[in-house]
């Protein structure tokens, strides 16, 4: 199938997954994970329409915005990977979101390495919501006090949570997690009025229907798109 086919499919499978949870239809953003793929399959996302693609590897998220750029084509970029001090400086001059801030020593860096010519970095905080040692993020108890220093940085726009639900057949698993996340995404608006809180990045392929029912924003999608990874 081709990628045109398939973003047709995800953007008829999120509609029905919408109408299903009561959720306004464009309530909730597909982002392109685009990490390991060619400059033509995007290309070819981008001609069936799709503006918004997520990149785990700083350089080759570099090279591919570069790359659009280039051809005068404007895209969103997101970062969506762990990030090492070393590589702040790289996402804070060329992506327009990073979704996995997790401590207040890179939010510091990022701010202090946007250029000031750009907009704000987007900025989603990750939450390590299955508690699980191979996964990055804060603790759900810590949210509020990173929260409330992080949208304190000049340079960055603090919008909302990102997390990565435990792998699990059991849709109750994935409820339990997703549900507390949505919880943390309100509490995150109450405590914070003035920031711009609209953004909860949950669900992937296995999981875009429970995270939809319990709220998400914005689902990030790979191999559906794109085919097995490269």
Known sequence: MSIQHNLAEIHQQITYHCQQA????????????SKTKPFSAIA???????????????QEGVEK?????????????????PLQSNKSRLVAE?????ETVDR???????????????????????INISNESSKSGIMPNALLPLATQIAALPNLRLRGLMAIAQDSDDPSV??????????????????????????????????MAMAIKCGSTQVRIGSAIFGARS
């Not at 009561?22 to 994970?33: C, E, I």
């Not at 070819?44 to 700083?58: D, K, L, R, S």
Request: glycine content about 6%; cysteine-free.
């Open 22 to 33: 009561d959720r306004t239809l464009g309530s909730v953003k597909l982002l392109a994970v």
């Open 44 to 58: 070819e996302a981008v001609a069936a329409g799709q503006t918004a693609f997520g990149e785990n590897y700083v």
């Open 65 to 81: 915005i570069q790359y659009f750029q280039s051809q005068n084509i404007p895209l969103e970029w997101h970062f969506i990977g």
């Open 94 to 98: 060329h992506f327009d979101w990073i």
């Open 104 to 126: 207040l020593k890179i939010a510091e860096r990022l701010s202090q390495q946007r250029p000031t010519a750009l907009a704000p970095l987007n900025v989603l905080i990750q």
């Open 174 to 207: 994935q409820q339990q997690a997703f549900s507390r996340m949505q919880q943390l995404f309100q509490q995150l608006r109450l405590a914070l009025p003035e920031q711009q809180i609209d953004t909860l990045s949950l669900g992937m392929s296995g999981d």
